[in-house]
C-alpha cells in the first residue's frame, strides 16, 4: 500500500510541475524542475532506508 501511494503521490508532483511548465515555457524553470524531479524521484524510489 505504501508503495502505491508513493508512485500516486510522485504523479501528483510531476504533473503540477509538468503544468508549470506547460504554462510557462522558460529554459530555467525546465532546468529547475527537471532537479526537482530527478530529486523527488531518487529519494522516493533509489535512496534506501536506514536500517534499524
Do not use: N, Q, W
Not at 508512485?7 to 511548465?21: R, S
Not at 532537479?35 to 524521484?41: G, K, N, S
Amino acid at each position: 500500500m505504501e508503495r502505491i501511494l508513493t508512485i500516486f503521490a510522485f504523479i501528483i508532483l510531476c504533473g503540477f510541475l509538468g503544468v508549470l511548465v506547460y504554462k510557462l515555457p522558460r529554459l530555467d524553470l525546465g532546468i529547475i524542475v527537471a532537479l526537482t524531479v530527478a530529486m523527488a524521484f531518487y529519494d522516493l524510489f533509489i535512496h534506501k532506508r536506514p536500517s534499524r
